[in-house]
């Protein structure tokens, strides 16, 4: 399913349509690219002439594609992004139209983020948002969003066995850190951010759950192909080419997933995603034919494969409400990734997730 987007055709495309980038060093030759536009992250890559981790739209492959795509006004170009939740009533106009309906406002996506680094090799991006509201009381609602982006050191660091875990295994890492503002707050509304790294198939999401399973389904039904439940975790196929979509109920989820994948170069790796998972937070967001169906803190949504095959690996942050007397939000997102023998990644993720 993978593209193979190299580094420098990626940058050769920005920079072909001007649009402007800050490429972060991660450490161990890793970087990513953070585009001002839809404040996209891309990579990691280990080089120029190595492919992206996570998954990128094959626009990026030649200059007439991806100038059609901008003219386009695509959103689907690939990579990390930030969305705004809930889903209803910013991205669907009509529930009972669900799939002919959905519209991703420019307001969000791809936004008028403005961007700029500093000496110390933080990324800044912000916008001020005024979108359309579908289906509600209000018509309009505002906010803004800003996102600050830097590396991580490894997670394990400071382990007595950290040695032994990193024989022969390449670590990189970032972290998101997300201000959400209420700018209209006397038009109530929940409003949450909505982080999602869209990844390359095929390969295994790890979910830990404490007491009993339990998940919202979405979108058409996921299967016992697609889903399997153990003692203390579920796994869940990534194939990029049958759509289903699965939400965790925060209160029995621990902040932590991890993805384990493969790259075309016959190299594996671990994408582990830690957030903050907050059980008294609304976490708003619903299934279009279940109402009310809330309190999810992860999702993962598996593509039909329509545009290329891909998945996406999601979490939410904690939710500006309607009833609350806060009018702000601020969240971090942390993804750290390992490249390695499967073995040793399959015990780092037991390290990392239980």
């Not at 910013?90 to 307001?107: G, H, I, L, P």
């Not at 058409?220 to 080419?241: M, S, V």
Request: aromatic letters at 14%.
């Amino acid at each position: 399913m993978n593209n193979h987007i190299k580094l420098k055709t990626l940058k050769n495309r920005l920079e072909e349509s001007d649009l402007k980038y800050e490429e972060l060093s991660l450490g161990n030759g890793f970087s990513i690219v953070v585009s001002q536009r839809g404040a996209r992250i891309f990579g990691p890559f280990e080089d120029d002439n190595s492919e992206s981790i996570m998954w990128l739209n094959k626009a990026f492959i030649s200059s007439s594609d991806f100038k059609q795509f901008l003219d386009e006004n695509d959103w689907n170009i690939g990579g990390d992004r930030l969305w705004i939740a809930p889903e209803f009533p910013f991205f669907n106009k009509s529930r009972a139209d669900f799939y002919d309906s959905y519209t991703v406002q420019e307001s969000i996506d791809p936004g008028n983020y403005q961007m700029k680094s500093d000496a110390d090799m933080l990324i800044k991006l912000k916008q001020d948002v005024s979108i359309k509201v579908f289906e509600s009381d209000l018509t309009t609602k505002e906010f803004s969003v800003g996102i600050e982006v830097m590396a991580v050191k490894n997670p394990l660091r400071h382990l007595k066995d950290y040695s032994k875990y990193m024989k022969n295994v390449k670590y990189c890492g970032y972290e998101l850190e997300v201000e959400l503002k209420d700018l209209s707050p006397q038009k109530r509304m929940h409003l949450e951010m909505w982080s999602l790294s869209q990844i390359n198939p095929p390969g295994t999401i790890y979910m830990p759950f404490n007491h009993e399973f339990e998940f919202v389904d979405y979108y058409d039904p996921i299967d016992d192909e697609h889903l399997k439940i153990n003692q203390d975790y579920a796994e869940l196929k990534i194939t990029g080419d049958r759509r289903y979509k699965v939400g965790y109920q925060s209160a029995v989820t621990n902040g932590r997933a991890a993805y384990l994948g493969n790259m075309s170069n016959g190299k594996q790796y671990l994408f582990v995603k830690n957030y903050f998972n907050n059980p008294s937070s609304e976490y708003c967001s619903e299934p279009y034919d279940k109402p009310g169906e809330k309190g999810c803190s992860f999702y993962v949504y598996n593509d039909s494969g329509d545009i290329g095959g891909f998945a996406e690996f999601e979490c939410s942050g904690n939710t500006i409400s309607a009833d609350s007397p806060k009018y702000r939000s601020i969240d971090k997102v942390v993804n750290w990734f390992f490249v390695g023998e499967e073995a040793k990644l399959k015990d780092i993720a037991n390290v990392l997730l239980g």
